[in-house]
């Protein structure tokens, strides 16, 4: 399929155009079927979002799909005029042109080429050489723009059995409750789109997904509850040193590989598939032995504290989690890519209305007078008579046998 996209001086307050790599999404997707081999047979797959002719989640399903034993593969993309490039972008019909795939089809309009999304679908042998591959996706033009909210798409997702995708950055929120909201009894259809309802209860029999995300948003309130209730983990690949995308923008980039403009974003993978790294425990010393020999100075020879308005223990790093400890420790944001639901059991975050619902004390006046930054709901302690907070924390104590 050709490439020829442009989307070239796309400076952008908001972009939303970063395209995931091969190999990212290869990476991945085997360590699904490493672990359940039949992950996806029989299945239909939804890839929203997602700008087939030159997505690679595209061509990795498509060129995996008897493999994974697909029934069926469903990609959407959304039209060119409705992309948010960026403020300092020109109009899209400036910088839009139709791939030579689309252009040369017996089904293409210059009229709905940049203003309509297109679907693709694979589910049968259409050149009947023998085998169902990247050769014989078929597609046409949507009614609107592939608004993964339009009513169109909203029908493909209740077809699907698993949606996969990187979703835009901008939309992360509104993407997952789309996912998982019960659309069908939920949502009003009103000019086309869906008012949708997060759903927090109920979903362990929902869309299966795998989509990709900012770390920051495990704290967000309508992605927390889902991770402590164990219908939303991590995936696979580790968080550490974040992911790299092709980007638009070519005024915010942070290397060029074989002339594409990459950029390093914190993006990590969430889903509701099941996998072997979950469940597999971390090593771990005993509170002693961190005392002794952790590799972190604010540990070794000091110790773990309590905060001043909760009784948990500042753990400030994941891999220095007492292994021994009974009581509530606070760990980093990053303890979600290490969590191991047998091992540990998350109590809840240290963040506004949840901290407060977990019963931390509010902050006394004339301490916020010190630190403005102290916020009612979040853990502080004290530092040579000031008050500090530590970053984002999440609240866990060990699973014992039970
Ligand atoms: C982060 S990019 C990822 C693209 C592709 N899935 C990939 O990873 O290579 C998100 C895509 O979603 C598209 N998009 C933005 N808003 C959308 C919406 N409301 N509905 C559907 N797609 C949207 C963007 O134009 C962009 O191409």
Redesign the pocket.
């Known amino acids: 399929m050709a490439e020829n996209r442009q989307l070239t001086n796309a400076k952008s307050a908001k972009n939303?155009?970063?395209?995931?790599q091969y190999a990212d999404i290869q990476k991945e997707v085997n360590a699904y079927l490493d672990f359940n081999p039949d992950t996806f047979r029989g299945k239909t797959v939804l890839?929203?979002?997602?700008?087939p002719e030159?997505?690679?989640?595209t061509r990795f399903f498509a060129e995996n799909f008897e493999r994974l034993g697909l029934k069926k593969l469903i990609s959407?993309?959304?039209a060119a005029a409705?992309?948010?490039i960026g403020t300092g972008a020109k109009k899209w019909g400036d910088w839009y042109q139709p791939s030579l795939f689309e252009s040369e089809s017996p089904q293409f309009d210059a009229e709905k080429t940049g203003v309509r999304?297109k679907i693709f679908v694979l589910d049968h042998d259409t050149n009947a050489n023998g085998r169902i591959d990247l050769d014989d996706l078929e597609w046409h033009y949507l009614e609107g723009?592939?608004?993964?909210?339009?009513e169109e798409?909203c029908r493909l997702r209740d077809e699907a059995d698993v949606i996969v995708?990187?979703?835009?950055?901008?939309?992360f929120r509104e993407f997952l409750a789309w996912i998982l909201g019960e659309c069908k009894s939920k949502c009003k259809i009103e000019n086309g789109k869906c008012k949708i309802e997060a759903a927090t209860k109920n979903t362990k029999d929902t869309k299966k997904f795998l989509i990709?995300g900012n770390k920051n948003a495990v704290s967000y309130t309508e992605v927390f509850p889902l991770i402590k209730g164990n219908l939303m983990w991590s995936g696979v690949t580790e968080w550490a040193g974040g992911m790299w995308?092709?980007t638009m923008d070519s005024t915010d980039v942070d290397k060029v590989v074989d002339g594409k403009n990459m950029k390093n974003v914190a993006s990590v993978w969430f889903t509701n598939l099941e996998h072997g790294r979950r469940h597999s425990p971390l090593e771990l010393m005993t509170m002693a032995d961190n005392i002794k020999y952790s590799r972190h100075k604010e540990i070794r020879g000091k110790g773990y504290f309590t905060f001043e308005n909760y009784p948990a223990i500042e753990v400030p790093y994941t891999d220095a989690i007492p292994a021994d400890y009974e009581g509530i420790m606070a760990v980093p944001r990053s303890f979600i890519d290490k969590y191991c639901p047998e091992q540990f059991e998350i109590v809840g975050i240290a963040e506004g209305e949840s901290g407060k619902e977990l019963g931390l004390k509010a902050v006394p006046k004339e301490l916020k007078k010190l630190n403005r930054s102290l916020r009612d709901g979040q853990l502080y302690y004290m530092k040579d008579g000031y008050p500090e907070k530590p970053f984002a924390r999440i609240l866990i104590r060990a699973r014992r046998g039970k």
Do not use: A, H, M, Q
Request: net charge negative; hydrophobic share 25%.
């Open positions: 939303d155009e970063f395209y995931t890839l929203p979002c997602d700008d030159w997505s690679k989640f959407t993309s959304y409705s992309k948010k999304g723009d592939g608004d993964f909210r339009s798409v995708t990187n979703p835009p950055f901008s939309l990709l995308f092709e």
